[in-house]
């Protein structure tokens, strides 16, 4: 009995180190064979792997040092992984299927803006790139469940390329992935994912999907973010003329994107401390129209789709500063809200939904109460918006390069108030804008010194003027100019229209009389 043990002892024995010996044998030309194959399916991408190691035992494969990069371009790589590992997943083979489990570790995606938009406008279709086809030539199983831990995604924008976008500590979780196929909107596969959003705001996001779906895979997800610094988008923001400084950003929402359903629900969104400026300039005037433009076009585009859907609850800005930079001007000016709160709420891209309420506060040109408050209906074929505004108490001094710039002169003191009603419905807008100037002080003798004497004649002439038409109980000039008629392109965004009017409603109403260089935009 002792002597039969010992021989299958020594049998086992010998196997191991046949496999063993087999293993250290086979590492190198499994490693190459898997390189070539992955690269036999890529499309303009190729993948390096620095090492194999084939453990016999496990019947477990691990790579290690992989690189993926552009054939065209291959520096820097688009991704590195530090160890890929495969398996047999043992618990699903006694129930009769071979599936393996995969693990990637400290994966690292270095994405440009440039390859972004490529990969955005490659006319191949995703199933035909290859992706799945190199992912399953590390085992020959189908897979079954994967894990990535401690991945890293860094998005550099061409323009400012040493200012990069960054998420990190990223954890993510998928099982059940060669489910059967699927009926549609059936999600059978579990998965998560966490981490680290610009080095401090953390990302959840939870759900279900079918990655075997057609033509691309579907999900069904919760997503949650918390403290996500805005400061750190100003690369991105920076292209479409929006400088950021400051604020968080948290909230959560719903989504399910799929081939016959695309739903988006943002149930909460919070912004705190935001500081914001939209920067209006000569050379990019262009652009901002092609922008604008654009924006429209995919806005009608969401809503025309009887499958798309977007939806928001709940929207919050508070405590924040908004303004807007004209640099095209002579001089330059900045119009602008302090201690802003916005409220948005029930926003819907479905006219069946009703209207959303919308609600803004803070304080103009940092002195000036405001309120302007609306409703907003899901559009048809034109804007349909109800907006009532209030501005009372502004020092106008705070405006003085807005009025050196379109009015050609400017004060010592005096307050501004403004009122304003608008309504567009159905292609058509009726409203007004009421500007109101009281206790306006034009010249001063300390502060015009370096004028010219005409003017001075002319800064004397205003406030003059002024003093004359003001109403002396109330002692104040208030003008009045009516808004009606048809929008000349009902297609264009309800934003653009409403900032189109109420700019071109307050310079002709606040300097009447006064030849002035001024031309809507």
């Given at each position: 009995?002792?002597?039969?043990?010992?021989?299958?002892?020594?049998?086992?024995?010998?196997?191991?180190?046949?496999?063993?010996?087999?293993?250290?044998?086979?590492?190198?030309?499994?490693?190459?064979?898997?390189?070539?194959?992955?690269?036999?399916?890529?499309?303009?991408?190729?993948?390096?792997?620095?090492?194999?190691?084939?453990?016999?035992?496990?019947?477990?494969?691990?790579?290690?040092?992989?690189?993926?990069?552009?054939?065209d371009e291959p520096n820097p790589p688009v991704a590195t992984i530090a160890r890929w590992s495969a398996s047999v997943h043992w618990k699903a083979l006694l129930s009769g299927r071979l599936v393996n489990d995969q693990e990637i570790e400290r994966p690292k995606f270095h994405i440009t803006r440039t390859l972004a938009r490529q990969e955005?406008?490659?006319?191949?279709?995703?199933?035909?790139?290859?992706?799945?086809?190199?992912?399953?030539?590390?085992?020959?199983?189908?897979?079954?469940q994967i894990r990535i831990t401690d991945g890293e995604i860094l998005y550099l924008d061409d323009a400012k390329p040493d200012q990069p976008l960054r998420a990190r500590r990223m954890y993510l979780y998928a099982s059940n992935i060669r489910n059967v196929q699927s009926?549609?909107?059936?999600?059978?596969?579990?998965?998560?994912?966490?981490?680290?959003?610009?080095?401090?705001g953390k990302i959840r996001l939870d759900g279900r999907a079918d990655f075997l779906a057609e033509p691309y895979t579907a999900v069904k997800a919760e997503l949650t973010v918390d403290g996500i610094p805005l400061g750190a988008l100003v690369p991105v923001t920076a292209r479409y003329n929006v400088q950021l400084s400051g604020g968080t950003m948290s909230g959560e929402g719903a989504m399910e994107y799929g081939p016959s359903v695309k739903v988006i629900n943002l149930k909460r969104l919070t912004i705190n401390g935001l500081h914001l400026d939209y920067v209006h300039a000569a050379h990019t005037q262009r652009a901002e129209a092609a922008r604008a433009k654009a924006t429209v076009e995919t806005a009608q585009s969401i809503n025309a789709k009887e499958d798309a859907f977007v939806r928001v609850d709940h929207i919050s800005i508070l405590g924040s500063e908004l303004g807007f930079v004209n640099q095209a001007a002579k001089p330059e000016y900045r119009v602008y809200l302090t201690e802003a709160d916005l409220t948005l709420e029930r926003y819907s891209s479905?006219?069946?939904?009703?209207?959303?309420?919308?609600?803004?506060?803070?304080?103009?040109?940092?002195?000036?109460?405001?309120?302007?408050?609306?409703?907003?209906?899901?559009?048809k074929d034109s804007p349909d918006l109800e907006l009532k505004l209030k501005i009372a108490g502004t020092q106008v001094r705070s405006m003085n390069n807005l009025l050196r710039a379109h009015g050609k002169f400017d004060v010592v003191g005096g307050f501004f108030s403004c009122y304003s009603e608008l309504t567009l419905d159905d292609g058509s807008i009726r409203g007004y804008v009421k500007p109101l100037v009281r206790?306006?002080?034009?010249?001063?003798?300390?502060?015009?010194?370096?004028?010219?004497?005409?003017?001075?004649?002319?800064?004397?002439?205003?406030?003059?003027?002024?003093?004359?038409?003001?109403?002396?109980?109330?002692?104040?000039?208030?003008?009045?100019?009516?808004?009606?008629?048809?929008?000349?392109?009902?297609?264009?965004?309800?934003?653009?229209?409403?900032?189109?009017?109420?700019q071109n409603a307050f310079f002709k109403a606040i300097l009447p009389g006064f030849e002035r260089e001024f031309g809507s935009k």
């Open positions: 009995m002792t002597n039969r043990l010992m021989k299958v002892l020594a049998g086992v024995a010998l196997l191991l180190l046949l496999l063993l010996i087999a293993a250290l044998f086979v590492d190198e030309p499994l490693r190459g064979y898997i390189e070539g194959k992955m690269n036999r399916s890529l499309k303009g991408y190729r993948v390096h792997i620095g090492a194999l190691d084939f453990h016999p035992l496990g019947a477990s494969v691990d790579l290690h040092e992989i690189r993926l990069e552009r054939v955005t406008g490659n006319d191949l279709p995703v199933k035909e790139r290859g992706w799945q086809d190199a992912v399953e030539s590390v085992y020959p199983f189908k897979i079954n009926g549609d909107q059936a999600y059978p596969s579990k998965f998560s994912l966490e981490g680290l959003l610009f080095e401090s479905q006219l069946r939904d009703g209207p959303s309420s919308f609600v803004v506060t803070g304080k103009f040109m940092g002195s000036g109460d405001t309120q302007i408050s609306g409703t907003i209906r899901p559009p206790k306006l002080k034009v010249y001063d003798p300390t502060q015009d010194r370096e004028k010219s004497g005409l003017e001075k004649v002319r800064e004397g002439a205003i406030e003059d003027l002024s003093n004359l038409l003001e109403n002396m109980p109330r002692d104040e000039v208030a003008t009045k100019a009516n808004i009606s008629g048809d929008v000349d392109r009902p297609h264009t965004e309800t934003v653009q229209i409403v900032i189109g009017l109420i």
